[in-house]
């Protein structure tokens, strides 16, 4: 038995819309490098968006809209930065947060929530090094990444943390504040996403 399509007009699918688009948008604000809801908003839309096509979408769309309100902050060297393949690789591994949020259908709770984005955290880390890695040499400054991949991994350090902190952060405010919406507004819990 197939689920019915969630309307796209409901209450609680422009409610989690919303809060992605508007994490998305908090890379506009001052924040320490990597501390952004990269991660986070893609577990929240694969755990809760009920069409996994749009669950895949949305996160990426909002990431494409945050980051051409950037370009737009920040000029050409910031639109350079978004056709490089360490770019590319941060739109990857939305889609990968993604897919894991699946997991976390119909069973969000703060220890999964924890152990999904700790997990996430570390997708990034690896994909987006590796990457990094990969195209050292078009990328200026990055001359630990040029002496082999091992280096790059280890100069990229002090950046993991930020980005641990930032998922944890805004995985927090997502499933949190979801929690609490529900709890307010009944109409929030019309439709249970599945397994």
Avoid at 80 to 107: E, N, Q, W
Wanted: aromatic content about 12%; hydrophobic content about 55%.
């Amino acid at each position: 038995m197939t689920r019915p399509a969630e309307p796209l007009l409901s209450l609680r699918f422009l409610t989690l819309v919303g809060m992605i688009v508007l994490v998305a948008l908090s890379r506009l604000l001052p924040h320490p490098p990597n501390f952004t809801p990269v991660e986070s908003m893609a577990l929240f839309g694969g755990a809760y968006l009920l069409d996994r096509r749009l669950a895949l979408l949305i996160p990426l769309a909002a990431m494409f809209v945050s980051d051409i309100a950037l370009s737009l902050m920040h000029g050409g060297l910031y639109l350079d930065h978004l056709a490089s393949l360490p770019y590319l690789a941060v739109y990857t591994c939305i889609l990968l947060c993604s897919l894991m949020g699946f997991g976390l259908r119909g069973k969000v709770n703060g220890v999964r929530v924890l152990g999904y984005s700790l997990a996430g955290s570390i997708v990034f880390f690896a994909i987006t090094n590796f990457a990094t890695w990969l195209s050292a040499d078009a990328i200026p400054g990055h001359t630990a990444c040029a002496q082999g991949l091992v280096p790059c991994y280890v100069a990229a350090i002090p950046f993991f943390q930020w980005t641990v902190l930032g998922t944890l952060f805004y995985s927090a405010l997502l499933f949190g504040s979801y929690a609490v919406l529900r709890r307010r507004y009944p109409a929030l819990n019309n439709v249970q996403p599945g397994a």
